[in-house]
């Protein structure tokens, strides 16, 4: 599958976003952040802002931006539907979350359940766009239970490796965020590589027999294509990427995603005041590199079922 | 709405079969489609640099060409291609927008052009190809199984069949209710045993595909004989049941 630079930034900008506002809902209400109206302020701040940007950004896919707004109306059985409609509502509870801790400092009570009901749309939004990519079968690679939890931890990683950073300016030496952070990379690691030993091991029911019913008289092949130019299945679907790239590319997402950001992390848990903050920063600068190459090779990874009326033999 | 419309028996599911036997590949069909389409219910087709190198374009029919088999046993067969009109059409269902709908009426899918954002994601869900996008005005097309011929009182009634269909010159193609079990359609389907593609993502086409018939087993008739055949053949003369022919045998082998 073609990787739209849109979606790309898309779906790891709001799985982060979301994700942060999912540990903010769930952790102030229950006293485990600085009670501080500007720390509220900020994290919300940057929580709103990545999940905004990323919606903004994947209208910028649409043909027809101006006519977004009607992504809102199929939400019965589209998960790009309601994943559109979530990810607004979630911004309802967390806006009254949000004005009640940034000034009034108050994070229990009403303003808490509204942290809490924030929390769980923003988790849902998350799911939400995992299924999107989860629920179309004619791409093996993202029809398999692993697409979602790997949405899900990856966001979440990026969520804590955010929160640990900003949490360091105004407490000196926190310890749960970031033995968290460096738990959920660790986490999400194990997810990413069990994702990817699934795609390498397995592929998809449907073959070139399968797919032009054909193969009685022994194996099918391609002959000549419809067409000697280009055509949109094959740019959108047909995109390919080579062997070598691939195996260089999981190596560098390993390394930036999963690998430093543990490193820093587990640096960032010893340390206190500046070399703890420089330790967290890099570690969200590392993880944020790492995720735009692990979603990029997420699309380009992705191999169509129509790839199989065009010479491929399985996908 | 995108929800699929209530299923109800003997619904009309109105479709095409393709007879892969007859089909030789001279792309036809996918030309009176795209000269019909780029002034029907759909258009138009764009092309971009139509006469050029890198020209492409928008097409509701593409034929492919395979190979079967190996060896004496192999065959070529030409495959046209073009929306199946699935029963379980995942187009729909994940369209966003509505845009996307399966007819009740005769279960042809169509996209209200007004409706659609462009987002592609049907044309992902699809795992025929069947839709293209329409650079030019950022929205999806597909086949309309001609709803503009079809139903169309201006047309002949011989000429109210997709162009596809009425255009191909081995009859290759067929056009019916597939959903009705007495139909010429399905009871043609049903004598040629007419296939489903990728029946295993439960998409349930609408579309047949009649599989080529199994060939009659080799024999190479030109191939010299060898003598001992001949020679066979002078024995058994006697075996001649003309009886003229024997006679004229009889005194030639004196």
Known sequence: ?315 | MTDLPARYPGQTQLGLVIDLDLCVGCHACATACKEWNTGGHMAPLPDFNAYGDGAWGVWFNRIHSFEEGEGDGARTVHFPKSCLHCEDAACVTVCPTGASYKRAEDGIVLVNESLCIGCKLCSWACPYGAREFDADEGVMKKCTLCIDRIYNANLAPEERQPACVFVCPTKARFFGDLGDPNSAVSELVAARGGKDLMPELGYRPTNKYLPPRRARPYVDDLAPQPLTALLAEAQSAADVANPLLRWVDRLLSR
């Open chain 1, 1 to 315: 599958m073609h990787p739209a630079l849109s979606i790309v930034f898309f779906t790891t900008a709001s799985g982060a976003g979301f994700a942060l506002l999912f540990l903010l809902g769930l952790a102030a209400p229950l006293g485990l952040l600085p009670q501080s109206g500007w720390f509220g302020f900020v994290a919300l701040a940057t929580a709103f802002i990545l999940a905004a940007a990323g919606l903004v950004s994947s209208v910028f896919h649409l043909g027809r931006p101006e006519r977004a707004w009607r992504a809102f109306s199929q939400w019965r059985s589209s998960w790009l539907s309601r994943e559109g409609v979530m990810s607004v509502l979630t911004f309802v509870p967390a806006a009254i979350f949000g004005i009640g801790w940034v000034f009034f400092g108050e994070t229990g009570g009403l303003i808490g359940l509204c942290g809490f009901l924030a929390a769980i749309c923003a988790a849902v939004t998350i799911a939400c766009t995992g299924m999107i990519y989860a629920s179309l079968k004619p791409i093996h690679q993202w029809h398999n239970r692993w697409v979602v939890p790997n949405y899900f931890m990856l966001g979440l990683m990026a969520g804590f490796l955010l929160l640990d950073l900003m949490i360091r300016f105004w407490v000196v030496r926190p310890v749960g965020t970031p033995l968290l952070a460096l738990l959920t990379v660790l986490a999400a690691w194990w997810s990413k590589e069990a994702y990817w030993r699934f795609i390498d091991t397995n592929s998809a029911p449907s073959t070139v027999a399968s797919a032009t019913a054909l193969g009685s008289r022994g194996p099918v092949r391609m002959l000549e294509p419809p067409h000697t130019q280009d055509n949109y299945l094959l740019q959108e679907m047909g995109f390919r990427i080579a062997r070598k790239h691939k195996t260089r590319l999981r190596l560098i997402a390993r390394i930036t995603a999963f690998l430093l950001p543990a490193l820093l992390s587990f640096v960032a848990l010893l340390t206190a005041g500046g070399t703890g903050l420089i330790a967290a920063a890099l570690a969200v600068i590392s993880a944020a590199l790492g995720l735009v190459i692990e979603r990029w090779l997420f699309f380009a990874e992705a191999k169509h079922t129509v790839t199989l009326y065009y010479g491929a033999v399985a996908v």
